[in-house]
């Protein structure tokens, strides 16, 4: 299993990006998948989950209403639109993907497998 992710850059407050995670070794719908940041001498948080089979998403407060979590079976791909970007959302953004599927809750910041991270940088 590996996931890849890119798309992280330096944006000006109020821009947007979309991060992309790109899979291999599973299939996307026998999996839970989720974006995660960590900034650092912080906690890893939750900021968006999908479950692929179900389409059910969950979004931490924070983003919810800019940010949309979205998958691609055909491409392997899952995807984080970001819009609206503060400073705040300022971190190392990773991909990550398990095994529970439907029943994960990823708001406890464990998974089987994790990206190695992107970086995100919002200017103010």
């Known amino acids: 299993v590996q996931l890849v992710e890119s798309g992280g850059d330096l944006v000006q407050a109020g821009g947007s990006l979309r991060l992309s995670c790109v899979v291999s070794?599973?299939?996307?719908?026998?999996?839970?998948l989720g974006w995660f940041r960590q900034v650092p001498g912080t906690e890893r948080e939750a900021v968006a989950c999908?479950?692929?089979?179900?389409?059910?998403?969950y979004y931490a407060p924070s983003v919810k209403g800019r940010f949309t979590i979205s998958s691609d079976n055909a491409k392997d791909t899952v995807y984080l639109q970001m819009g609206s970007l503060k400073p705040e959302d300022t971190a190392m953004y990773y991909c990550?993907?398990?095994?529970?599927?439907?029943?994960?809750?990823?708001?406890?910041?464990?998974?089987?497998?994790w990206g190695q991270g992107t970086q995100v940088t919002v200017s103010s």
């Open positions: 990550a993907a398990d095994s529970r599927g439907k029943s994960w809750n990823c708001k406890e910041v464990f998974a089987d497998h």
């Open positions: 999908i479950d692929s089979s179900e389409g059910s998403t």
């Open positions: 070794g599973f299939t996307l719908d026998d999996y839970g």
